[in-house]
């Protein structure tokens, strides 16, 4: 299994090299750890005003010299925390990592880092991330967005996961998450449970029994129940009441363009569950 995480210096980082950790022995796979210097956020500076041409040329080519020192800072400040994950994660005991440092558009840049890799990582926020207001990193939705592989959005704290909730709604991408908990070993020996939302008409409880003797088939222990409410509060409800450590369910079901007028279930379960959610696609 290929593990790709996503690593920005963020407190959320060291979070991130511990879940990569965890999973990686788990599935004895291989990790890669990358960061990305995105140059499109660094301000630019107008000069379009009415300056002198000597003046102008002059400010060019000291803005030109100053450019190329942030440059050299940021590309050692990224190996310094690339340098510092890989420490981290080989502590936990992980042999196989590549430390990766990129130049670019973090989307694009995690597009093609994704094609080899089985599942990434990354955490719930950034260094600009408003922790107070609860704001999400500003790159997580565009990154699970793009992404075609299934995502591991951690939360800020490491718990070992002991449980993880399978929330279910009868779609493709509960359908694949079913799959996956069947032969991934990153569900072996943890306490499964399912839930689906009494509002989700082609669910009911006969379809979760099937599921969960599809389950026991794999080797698994599971157990299930129907819940009532809107799905987003409910399912929070449920984790924060029973104390699980993991949480697995489909990524953003519907269009964009409709998410844009009603919002996203995807989203709002990402922003109030406080332990990590393994999203698939």
Request: proline content about 1%.
């Amino acid at each position: 299994m290929k593990l790709v995480a996503l690593i920005d210096g963020s407190l959320y980082s060291q979070s991130v090299c511990d879940y990569a950790a965890w999973v990686s022995k788990r599935t004895t796979g291989e990790l890669d750890l990358l960061h990305v210097l995105d140059e499109r956020n660094r301000s630019k500076m107008d000069l379009s005003g009415n300056i002198g041409l000597g003046a102008r040329t002059s400010l060019m080519d000291e803005l030109a010299e100053l450019d190329a020192q942030h440059a050299k800072l940021a590309q050692k400040k990224g190996r310094a925390i690339l340098d510092d994950a890989k420490a981290r994660v080989v502590d936990a005991g992980v042999e196989q990592i590549e430390c990766k440092l990129r130049h670019g558009d973090l989307v694009e840049t995690v597009n093609v880092f994704e094609k080899d890799a089985d599942l990434l990582l990354i955490g719930k926020r950034g260094e600009g991330a408003d922790f107070a207001k609860m704001h999400l990193g500003s790159n997580l939705e565009r990154v699970i967005r793009a992404s075609d592989k299934s995502v591991l959005v951690v939360s800020r704290q490491f718990k070992e996961p002991k449980s993880v909730l399978l929330a279910y709604d009868g779609g493709s991408s509960s359908e694949k998450m079913i799959e996956s908990v069947c032969t991934n070993p990153i569900y072996k020996d943890l306490n499964i449970h399912i839930v689906t939302v009494a509002a989700d008409a082609v669910v009911n409880s006969e379809t979760l029994k099937l599921l969960e003797n599809k389950i026991r088939d794999a080797g698994l222990e599971v157990s299930s129940e129907v819940l009532t409410g809107q799905p987003a509060s409910a399912i929070t409800q449920f984790v924060e009441e029973n104390d699980y450590d993991l949480l697995a369910m489909g990524a953003y079901g519907h269009s964009r363009i409709r998410n844009l007028i009603i919002g996203s279930t995807t989203t709002e379960m990402i922003r109030k569950c406080l332990i990590p959610i393994i999203l698939y696609r």
